[in-house]
């Protein structure tokens, strides 16, 4: 559903153009691959003590082992970003980090002030090497677009995932919503709540048709009081169940028809034909049990 | 009562039971097919002057839009001869893809298995 961003289908070179890094920038942060190498131990420090003070260090780094593997992964990250190779292996790394991310739920502002912190450290370390102006001012600039490249990567993977999660939730969650139940012999009920997609009408119709084939019932109530709006189209979705359920030789009834959705469907002039409606679940019950030839009946003592 | 199930060039066998022509179709439904089946359905109700008729289609898999009206016809051509036609076991997919490719169902009789069908049309026959 939302499984594949465009975004992250991008080739190495695509990015690198909307980016518009060209070889100069990535050869300046190359230059820096030298210097970065002698002081990472003293950053990696530097930047642990500016986390200390925030409250995400104690939800995600109390765990030493874990602490020591987020440090050997950040060391990874910066020694593979100085060496500014766009290619499939960086991006797909990349995506990696992304999705590591969302699964342990890291927020993203604690993610991007974290990356911001680190800029300012590799800023601070340009300042120490005495560059030319210009030199500086390109090679930060550089830094900048190179850095915000690597972080859409990453955000882009997150959201993904995320976005997996949630169609894979909700995916779930619609096959929940379609719960045909065998009230009585030969009698189905089909309580719906909440909206009427067309997707959703679709399982509604598989769930009881093969329901109806497991069960041989005679009638189908559909209870729509829990449905919130009612349109020509969920209206037809419904007309299309009660047709499709008439050729299984079993009879529909939608029950719960509230006013304001009778007027609707008149005022929408929607043909209900043939379909039997009732305004609540009760008269639909008791037609279902006429049809059947069941009474109910008080019990004297 | 004749039990006897005749043999015919649709090659769908039609047998009489309690007054009812009973025709189980086992094959696809093209048109040569449901012509040929048409005629030899309405001359055999003729022959044996039965009130019911059951079309057991629970041996087609896949019907298409055509399919299906050209047999709504015949169940239409069945009731002006004077006998009531019910269809009977059609599979759940069957049914979804003639109900998405937009099918009319109004005036179908229809029931889930033969016994029902028999049931429905000793409904429609005290009518």
């Not at chain 1, 030199?135 to 995320?162: G, P």
């Amino acid at each position: 559903m939302y499984g594949h961003s465009h975004y992250n289908q991008r080739s190495p070179e695509e990015l690198l153009k909307l980016f518009s890094l060209d070889e100069t920038d990535l050869e300046s942060i190359r230059k820096l691959q030298a210097p970065l190498e002698e002081r990472l131990d003293e950053l990696v420090d530097n930047w642990y003590q500016w986390l200390k003070n925030l409250p995400e260090h104690e939800e995600f780094f109390t765990d030493p082992k874990l602490l020591e593997h987020v440090q050997k992964m950040q060391i990874k990250f910066w020694k593979i970003f100085f060496k500014a190779e766009v290619n499939d292996d960086f991006i797909n790394m990349r995506k990696r980090m992304g999705e590591t991310h969302a699964r342990i739920g890291l927020p993203m502002d604690s993610f991007f002030a974290g990356v911001d912190h680190w800029l300012s450290l590799f800023i601070d370390m340009m300042g120490e090497l005495k560059l030319k102006p210009e030199e500086y001012s390109q090679t930060r600039r550089a830094i900048n677009k190179f850095l915000h490249m690597d972080m859409t990567i990453i955000v882009l993977s997150y959201e993904q995932l995320i976005n997996e999660t949630i169609a894979a939730q909700s995916k779930s969650l619609m096959e929940m919503s379609t719960p045909v139940t065998q009230i009585w012999n030969g009698i189905l009920l089909l309580p719906v709540v909440g909206i009427i997609d067309s997707k959703r009408a679709q399982d509604i119709m598989n769930a009881t048709l093969a329901k109806i084939s497991e069960t041989q019932a005679r009638s189908f109530i559909l209870d729509i009081s829990g449905v919130a709006v009612v349109d020509t189209a969920v209206a037809n979705h419904l007309i299309k169940i009660t047709k499709a359920t008439r050729l299984m030789g079993c009879e529909s009834t939608i029950s719960g028809v509230s006013p304001a959705i009778a007027q609707t469907i008149v005022e929408l002039g929607i043909d209900v034909g043939t379909i039997k409606t009732t305004s609540n679940m009760k008269d639909a019950l008791a037609s279902a049990f006429n049809k059947m030839g069941l009474e109910i009946n008080e019990i004297h003592e | 009562m004749n039990n006897s199930s005749k043999k015919t060039i649709s090659n769908i066998p039609l047998q009489v039971s309690k007054g009812c022509v009973i025709a189980s179709i086992q094959v696809d439904l093209t048109e040569e097919v449901s012509k040929a089946f048409r005629v030899e359905l309405l001359e055999y109700i003729r022959e044996n002057g039965a009130t019911g008729v059951i079309l057991d289609v629970s041996g087609v898999d896949i019907m298409d839009l055509d399919d299906f009206i050209s047999l709504k016809n015949t169940l239409s051509m069945v009731e002006v001869m004077g006998a009531k036609p019910v269809l009977a076991g059609l599979k759940p997919g069957v049914v979804v893809s003639l109900i998405e490719l937009g099918a009319e169902t109004q005036d179908i009789h229809a029931a889930f298995n033969l016994d029902e069908a028999f049931l429905l049309l000793d409904e429609l026959r005290a009518e």
